[in-house]
């Protein structure tokens, strides 16, 4: 016998540990010898992670295909995996060093760093793979993979040096995002815009040799320039005034009527002394700030690409700590006169910090009479999203893929149809950034990752290899002489004294961007390089389910590495889910005290509660709106099916051997039988296109609405009854059809139906195979006929049920339902089920008339007017005053959010998330205020 109530926190663990004795996740459980293919692999998470709201969504997603597919019979495999997280990790570790007053990173050396970090993620690496189980992901777990495991590692090495030979990895000196305290380069992706009060500072540049020339200072109504003023300068704006010491250019647009004379003319740089030219190009904005900007190639991303057009010097000015530096700086030094003003700066400003420099500098060209104004300056500056400090540009020698080659077929394979994005819409998107892809940076300045596998000489010759020992083969061959490895230092030492018995070559200190070995996940997870069965049978992968936000940073690249190593599309479809905001609409953030821990709404409502909830709400292209009541509303669901369990057990319905529901002769089993079979086909129609919040809507209102609140309460006066054989037939309709809920539930509430399943099965004998291994049901009849009967009679009686709420008709009162100009079906129905009209719909008296009669409510049921009238039971004064009330309050407030809505400064300065709460509470009273007119339509007719 159930239990009288369903403990998620007790049956979940014993659950989960009975799937993984049973071996009922791994590759291919459940499927037939030739069974297709269905892959998903796991967008693998940080070894440093735990479980968050993205990840409950998107894992939920994931599994609920899985075991959709598997019970559909395919060969299924859910790869799971962690991504050794690069910078995460290493920050880690050197923390809990720093934490312990152990030796630091640099104080160890790299080789025992590593091996503490190999330690780190034995001991407490990998948290979130045990959250995953909770959560009921039924990955298989035998093939855990690692972006730093062996095989993933030959992976890795395979493609470097692939890739350079092949002329599409190389070296270059470009800009990247420098984080200043983490000292390394990071991706767009590690980088989080802050808005920060600032200032916009104005610098006057003198014009060489006293130059002048007549600036427009005052305009007439055309916008033609009424009043000159002699200038020998020109106002640049700068919200960085450090960076201006590495400036090599001043730009205007060439159509700029004010600069147009000046282009090809220099300006002698303040506090520096450098002779800086003034250029043409389309960068400058003449409608912004003065129209000519500072150009500073080597700090600045837009500057570089001008720098690059116009063929300037590259002078960087920081370094890597973020200190300026100046002394003995040959790029800052070229081509600038010595002088006093020189010397001067240079004492004042090398070495010392970005911020302290910048505050000086200002002050100094206050005094020089050349700081032209300050305007208060609120602005987006970018922070490293670990290290917590603000960026900068840096320009380094960093190793680079040639991205825009490789996106080609990967753009192709889009455009074509042959890998397509769900929503559509983001096609767009990742059209965007791969027509517009620049040079990929995939070194880091770090120790943790896969170490780039190239070695230099002395001649600056490199030597890119998968191994050491072709290393020094390859470097061996080009010298004509023995060649040894050393240290990066004691390389180039050994270079720097002359040429010795042997070369000394050093290896690469960097390592490899995280996204890099990510990148090959698809494949590299099934073997590659090495030709395995898994590779054979499970790639290409059928589906991905992932975020918007790394749509370029990993899908992209998945898609390019794919088509080049595998010649192939890596998966059929990405899925793209939306953010789960809080329940105002609110991005979750820990500053906004709003995140909602999976975890602790796990432990309170338990894991199927919250799959279904996510499910539910994943409308293509809607961001989720959670509310932990949400997740209390569908464990009340899941306790609806529990406790309809147990009252079909204490009614004597249990599971028949070999019960077929097409042999049914009762009206009313046909009808469930057949709307069980729309029911599953209308979920798998639903999933197989993604439609995740339809499926889950779809089976929850079958199993709340068709089977608990209609067919189990239309069955109590047969259970109630003296007919034997219609009461065997009920029972195991009963029985049988809570089968089929289990198997269409199962996918998004795998604990409690896998519960149901075997404990349901107790005294008739629990069946051969667990449930997530059971298949998916087909249709067993299609009885049109009993479906549109049973249905009529739903449709009648909540019609009625609808009309007495409208009229406020109490609760208790019975009144009377009179149904005009019914056909013979109809009245042939009436007498069927006038029993459970009367009961269900508290009617007094159900008659057949030929006129309508006065004052009566009525309503329109197939070719029969019903009328309830109410005259006497309802207070129709009262009531008339009540609704008009009510409708008048509706129509305020519709009337106040239309005007908001209506007004474009509202819609365009509020936050996304209060316009669409403005947009949906409008709804919302619009179909009430719908309603309310039905009603008071019905009263009018009633007199």
Not at 277 to 289: K, L, M, N, Q, R
Not at 441 to 465: M, N, T
Request: with cysteine.
């Amino acid at each position: 016998m159930l239990d009288k109530t369903y403990d998620a926190a007790a049956v979940e663990p014993r659950i989960t540990e009975m799937w993984e004795k049973a071996g009922a996740s791994r590759a291919g459980a459940g499927a037939a010898d030739g069974a297709p293919s269905y892959t998903i692999v796991i967008p693998p998470p940080n070894v440093t992670g735990s479980l968050h709201m993205g990840h409950a969504l998107n894992n939920t997603l994931q599994d609920i295909l899985i075991r959709f597919e598997r019970m559909r019979g395919k060969d299924v495999l859910w790869q799971p995996g962690m991504d050794h997280a690069g910078i995460a990790t290493q920050m880690v570790v050197e923390r809990q060093l720093a934490e312990r007053k152990e030796p630091s990173r640099r104080d160890m050396g790299r080789d025992a760093f590593i091996e503490r970090v190999w330690s780190w993620k034995g001991e407490s690496g990998g948290m979130i793979f045990n959250q995953l189980k909770r959560l009921g992901a039924s990955c298989d777990w035998d093939r855990e993979r690692f972006t730093m495991d062996e095989g993933l590692s030959a992976a890795v090495l395979e493609v470097f040096v692939s890739l350079f030979r092949d002329g599409l990895i190389y070296k270059d000196k470009r800009l990247v995002n420098w984080d200043p305290k983490l000292l390394t380069a990071i991706s767009d992706l590690e980088v989080v815009q802050q808005e920060i009060k600032g200032n916009l500072w104005h610098f006057r540049y003198p014009l060489e040799g006293g130059a002048t020339y007549q600036h427009p200072v005052a305009f007439d109504d055309e916008g033609n320039a009424t009043e000159y003023e002699t200038r020998d300068y020109i106002v640049v704006a700068t919200t960085r005034p450090e960076t201006m010491l590495g400036d090599t250019a001043v730009a205007v647009n060439p159509e700029d009527p004010r600069y147009k004379d000046l282009i090809g003319k220099h300006i002698i740089l303040p506090l520096v002394g450098r002779r800086v030219p003034i250029v043409g190009d389309d960068y400058a904005d003449p409608t912004a700030g003065s129209g000519a900007v500072k150009i500073t190639p080597a700090h600045d991303f837009n500057d570089f690409e001008v720098g690059k057009r116009h063929d300037l010097p590259m002078i960087s000015v920081l370094d890597r700590e973020a200190r300026v530096i100046l002394a003995e700086n040959a790029e800052f030094l070229a081509g600038v006169p010595a002088s006093e003003m020189l010397d001067a700066t240079i004492a004042a400003f090398h070495g010392q910090d970005r911020f302290a420099v910048r505050k000086a500098l200002v002050a100094q060209m206050e005094e020089l009479g050349l700081l032209d104004r300050i305007e208060d300056h609120t602005h987006m500056v970018p922070h490293g999203d670990r290290g917590g400090v603000p960026i900068e540009p840096m320009l380094t020698d960093q190793w680079y893929v040639d991205a825009a080659t490789l996106a080609k077929p990967a753009i192709a394979s889009v455009r074509e149809g042959r890998t397509k994005f769900v929503p559509s819409n983001w096609d767009k998107t990742y059209y965007e950034w791969m027509e517009n892809i620049q040079p990929w940076c995939i070194s880091r300045q770090l120790w943790w990752g896969h170490q780039i596998p190239a070695w230099y000489g002395p001649d600056g010759k490199i030597f890119v290899e998968k191994t050491e020992a072709e290393a020094l083969k390859a470097a061996a061959a080009h010298y004509g002489k023995p060649v040894e490895m050393a240290a990066m230092e004691q390389a180039l030492a050994a270079w720097e004294a002359g040429a010795g018995e042997s070369v000394l070559l050093y290896r690469d200190e960097d390592v490899l961007d995280t996204w890099f070995s990510s990148a090959l996940w698809p494949f590299s997870t099934l073997g590659w390089p090495d030709k395995t069965p898994e590779l054979a049978r499970y790639f290409p992968t059928s589906v991905l389910i992932t975020g918007f936000d790394i749509i370029f940073f990993w899908v992209a690249r998945m898609m390019m590495m794919s088509l080049h190593f595998m010649k192939t599309e890596p998966f059929e479809t990405v899925y793209i889910h939306a953010l789960v905001r809080d329940e105002k609409g609110q991005k979750m953030s820990k500053s906004k005290g709003n995140v909602i821990d999976p975890l602790q709404l796990i432990d309170e409502f338990g894991a199927d509660a919250l799959r279904f909830t996510l499910a539910a709400m994943a409308a293509q292209g809607r961001d989720i709106k959670l509310a932990t009541s949400r997740v209390g509303g569908y464990r009340n669901f899941a306790t609806k099916l529990w406790n309809a369990a147990r009252f079909a057990e204490m009614n004597g319905c249990k599971r028949v051997a070999g019960f077929d529901p097409a042999r049914a002769t009762h009206t009313l089993n046909r009808w469930i039988a057949t709307e069980v079979g729309r029911c599953a086909e209308e979920v798998r129609e639903a999933l197989e296109a993604y439609r995740f919040n339809d499926a889950a809507n779809g089976v929850y209102r079958f199993v709340w609405n068709t089977y608990c609140d209609w067919f189990l309460e239309l069955a109590k006066p047969v259970f109630n009854g003296t007919d034997e054989a219609a009461k065997a037939e009920i029972r195991a309709t009963a029985a049988w059809t809570l089968d089929e809920i289990l198997k269409i539930l199962h996918p998004f509430m795998p604990f409690l139906t896998e519960e149901l399943w075997a404990r349901l099965g107790e005294e008739t004998g629990a069946p051969d195979q667990i449930l997530m291994l059971t298949r998916w049901p087909a249709p067993a009849l299609a009885d049109a006929a009993a479906a549109e009967e049973i249905n009529w009679l739903v449709g009648l009686i909540s019609e009625i049920r609808s009309v007495r709420s409208e009229m406020n008709v109490p609760a208790g009162a019975q009144i009377p339902v009179v149904m005009v100009g019914a056909g013979d079906v109809t009245v042939a129905r009436v007498k069927t089920h006038e029993a459970a009209i009367l009961r269900l719909a508290r009617a007094e008296s159900l008659t057949l008339a030929d006129e309508l009669p006065k004052g009566a409510a009525q309503i329109i049921v197939g070719d029969a007017t019903v009328c309830l009238p109410l005259a006497g039971v309802i207070d129709l004064g009262a009531e008339k005053a009540r609704l008009a009330k009510e409708l008048g309050k509706l129509e305020d407030e519709i009337g106040r959010i239309e005007k908001k809505l209506s007004n474009p400064a509202f819609v365009e300065k509020a936050k996304e998330e209060v316009v669409e709460g403005e947009r949906e509470k409008l709804a919302e009273l619009s179909a009430r205020k719908t309603q309310v007119q039905t009603a008071v339509s019905r009263l009018a007719s009633l007199g």
